[in-house]
Structures are given as structure tokens and as C-alpha cells.
Nanobody, 118 residues
Framework: QVQLVESGGGLVQPGGSLRLSCAASGSIFNTNAMGWYRQAPGKQRELVATITSGGSTNYADSVKGRFTISRDNAKNTVYLQMDSLKAEDTAVYYC????????????WGQGTQVTVSS
């Protein structure tokens, strides 16, 4: 069993910053990808950023230059530094862990609310 626990969400003003954390625990394959997805009311869940255990990153165009994803492989923890936040960043942010071992294994956290409002 793998458990992902997110933290760091909250209410911030436009232009402000938040840092999200997601700690994974359990039996985790060392080669994996972790990332953040978000879902706003009435919209589909979308990719925000991902990072592999090797350090390769991928960002949604909407957050490039504003968000930074990083990870600590030893702790199986992924972080999302969010700067210059906009109202449209308001969503529930979900942590994701994915790896391949014969088939695909994918796990999700329960989500943390990020609200950007004046």
C-alpha cells in the first residue's frame, strides 16, 4: 500500500506564494515520477508539473516560470513552489505517484485546496 499526503495549501492573495509538499510512504519503486495535478470546479483535472526520480521535469504552459517542482528521492517527497499566484490557480491540488513494474502503478493523494483571492 502506498499513501500520499499533501500539505501546504491555503488562502493567498494574488501575487503571493505557497509551497506544497507531498510525502509518499509504503512500498515504492525507486524509479518513478511524482507530480501535481489540479482540478478547479467545473473543470477536468489537469497536469501542473511532474518530476521523475532522475530529475526530469515537465510543466503545464500556464505555470511555467511561476511554479517550480522539486523532490527528495530519499524521502519520496515532492514539492511545488508556487509563486506569482493568480486567481485561476485556485483549485484542489492532487499529488500523484506513478511507476512501471510489469504494469503501471498510480497513486493519488486526497488533495489540498489552494485558493487565490483578494
Amino acid at each position: 500500500q502506498v499513501q500520499l499526503v499533501e500539505s501546504g495549501g491555503g488562502l493567498v492573495q494574488p501575487g503571493g506564494s505557497l509551497r506544497l509538499s507531498c510525502a509518499a510512504s509504503g512500498s515504492i519503486f525507486n524509479t518513478n515520477a511524482m507530480g501535481w495535478y489540479r482540478q478547479a470546479p467545473g473543470k477536468q483535472r489537469e497536469l501542473v508539473a511532474t518530476i521523475t526520480s532522475g530529475g526530469s521535469t515537465n510543466y503545464a504552459d500556464s505555470v511555467k516560470g511561476r511554479f517550480t517542482i522539486s523532490r527528495d528521492n530519499a524521502k519520496n517527497t515532492v514539492y511545488l513552489q508556487m509563486d506569482s499566484l493568480k486567481a485561476e490557480d485556485t483549485a484542489v491540488y492532487y499529488c500523484n505517484l506513478r511507476y512501471y513494474y510489469i504494469g503501471v502503478y498510480e497513486y493519488w493523494g486526497q488533495g489540498t485546496q489552494v485558493t487565490v483571492s483578494s
